[in-house]
């Protein structure tokens, strides 16, 4: 039994694998994402338990992201269960940051409470609908928009580098990725909310969301400007396929204390990407 980093000379056996455990597509069986997400240890690092005959049975996968190692796309086939090996795994990236992560699944849950993890409160997603939509309805709102952003696309960041999205900046200030094809842009990060406001409906999309931690006092901010939890709206979390009522509820973790000032960006982990960011 071998546990260790994985590498991008590890990709066939990896994409052996994620193909077993995930869906079909996953980005995970994308060569260029796991570079994107696990290549450059400044960003995020891949762990690996492999079998006496040179197979992946185990996967731990850790992005670095405010000094902390936010774990995600853990899987142990059932054989290996019960042995340690999972915590050998975290230790692999507990070396680099203390550990932390988001969960929207039973077994995640189950796992951390096991681990004698901190749970606090659930992660919010707030949407706003433009206001000039007078048909507000699933079919309309989450339709295909067509938009001009050639003069907004932003590739600076780590985050807007990922395979597949399409990341703009507006205003100078407010990140934000465009998702034209179910009429939606979703915010990174803004300053002067209004100011946001009047230029997303400027250029022509049918909503925005945006999805953070409880904590973050900006909600008061979209809570004024008529900005309403994800379930109060038409705008599902699921969009890749479009799930019509289909919300979810995220839980954030860590293993260590926080400072009560932390908020989760849409940055951190991959709460912000699975089943919502196409």
């Known amino acids: 039994m071998i546990l260790r980093e994985a590498i991008i000379d590890d990709w066939e056996k990896l994409l052996i694998f994620f193909t077993k455990i995930y869906r079909n597509d996953h980005p995970l069986q994308n060569k260029l994402f796991w570079e994107w997400q696990y290549g450059n240890p400044k960003y995020g690092r891949s762990f690996i338990c492999l079998n006496t005959n040179n197979e992946i049975v185990g996967h731990v996968g850790a992005n670095f992201q405010g000094n902390i190692a936010w774990i995600i796309n853990v899987y ?59 048909d507000i309805s699933l079919k309309n709102v989450c339709s295909e928009v067509q938009v001009d952003i050639k003069n907004f696309k932003n590739k600076d960041s780590h985050y807007f580098q990922q395979p597949s999205i399409k990341g703009i900046i507006l205003n100078g200030d407010s ?28 250029i022509g999309y049918n909503w925005m969301d945006y999805i953070t931690s409880w904590n973050d ?39 260590e204390p926080l400072c009560k000032e932390f908020i989760i960006k849409r940055s951190h982990s991959d709460h912000g990407r699975v089943g919502s960011i196409i």
């Open 217 to 255: 006092l900006k909600t008061i901010d979209l809570e004024k400007n008529g900005w309403v939890l994800d379930f109060k709206s038409v705008v599902p979390w699921r969009l890749n396929p479009l799930e019509e009522n289909y919300f979810c509820d995220v839980t954030f973790l860590s293993e």
């Open 76 to 134: 142990l086939t059932e054989e290996f269960r019960g042995k340690g090996i999972l915590g050998r795994l975290y230790d692999l990236a507990r070396d680099y940051y203390p550990l932390a992560a988001t969960s929207a699944n039973e077994a995640g849950l189950g796992l951390y409470k096991n681990m004698r993890w901190i749970r606090y409160y659930d992660l919010v997603r707030y949407v706003k609908i433009n206001p000039n939509l007078k």
């Open 175 to 202: 990140e934000a990725v465009s998702q034209e094809n179910v009429g939606g842009l979703r915010v990174v990060s803004f300053d002067n909310l209004q100011k946001l406001e009047n230029k997303v409906w400027e």
